[in-house]
């Protein structure tokens, strides 16, 4: 599976953006989807994840009720909307797929985009 994240710039705060992850090579048909982010020197931290033709299963609090993660009508695309923007939100952020786990370890994801720079200010 190749993933190919998109939607990534520059916005001032308060502002929107919604990244796209487009899945290729095999059905996502029940794969955990999810969102990191990673900003130099820190861990990459889980966002969001859902597994694909279900709800979102997991939100960071620290973007709950600005962040939401679906699965777009393409079924091989999983989104992430981003309102409200802060600051603290600049980071490269990447999509990540997993076949058999679902959850807040990066070590649970079988696939990983190359990521898309998200800058607030």
């Known amino acids: 599976v190749q993933l190919v994240e998109s939607g990534g710039g520059l916005v001032q705060p308060g502002g929107s953006l919604r990244l796209s992850c487009v899945a290729s090579g095999d059905t996502i048909g029940r794969y955990c989807m999810g969102w990191f982010r990673q900003i130099p020197d820190k861990e990459r931290e889980a966002v969001a994840y859902?597994?694909?033709?279900?709800?979102?299963?997991y939100y960071a609090d620290s973007v709950k009720g600005r962040f939401t993660i679906s699965q777009a009508s393409a079924k091989n695309t999983v989104t992430l909307q981003m309102n409200s923007l802060k600051p603290e939100d600049t980071a490269m952020y990447y999509c990540a797929a997993g076949i058999m786990w679902c959850g807040l370890a990066q070590s649970e994801y079988d696939y990983w985009g190359q990521g898309t720079q998200v800058t607030v200010s």
């Open positions: 859902l597994v694909t033709g279900g709800p979102a299963l």
